[in-house]
């Protein structure tokens, strides 16, 4: 199995920038399509970003499409998500996934126990 755990979330200013990192342990990263979703109070969880393992293919939600970056370093066997011009509506509490399956997915199978990002205007 995967273990997963987020951080580098905070308060900070709209039209600022965050840098969330996830740690993977127990499994290689690499091999799994690796996905940044996140739920705001009141609402669903949403999808975010994410990346596949075969071809390094990126896919983001049309509400942060230009303005964050999913990326990976082996090295640390991490995967990160690179927000710059954050909104209000950015505030959400962000978790970091893990799936066997397709980076675009109904559902992913490892989770961490998210990082709490608040964007105050």
């Known amino acids: 199995q995967v273990q997963l755990v987020e951080s580098g979330g905070g308060l900070v200013q709209a039209g600022g920038s965050l840098r969330l990192s996830c740690a993977g342990s127990g499994r290689p990263l690499m091999n799994y399509a690796m996905g940044w979703f996140r739920q705001a109070p009141g609402k669903e969880r949403e999808f975010v970003a994410a990346?596949?393992?075969?071809?390094?293919?990126?896919y983001y939600a049309d509400s942060v499409k230009g303005r964050f970056t999913v990326s990976r370093d082996n090295a640390k066997n991490s995967v990160y998500l690179q927000m710059n011009s954050l909104k209000s509506e950015d505030t959400a509490v962000y978790y970091c996934?893990?799936?066997?399956?397709?980076?675009?997915?109904?559902?992913?199978?490892?989770w961490g126990r998210g990082t709490q990002v608040t964007v105050s205007s």
């Open positions: 996934a893990a799936n066997r399956g397709a980076a675009v997915s109904a559902s992913y199978d490892y």
């Open positions: 990346t596949t393992w075969s071809a390094g293919n990126t």
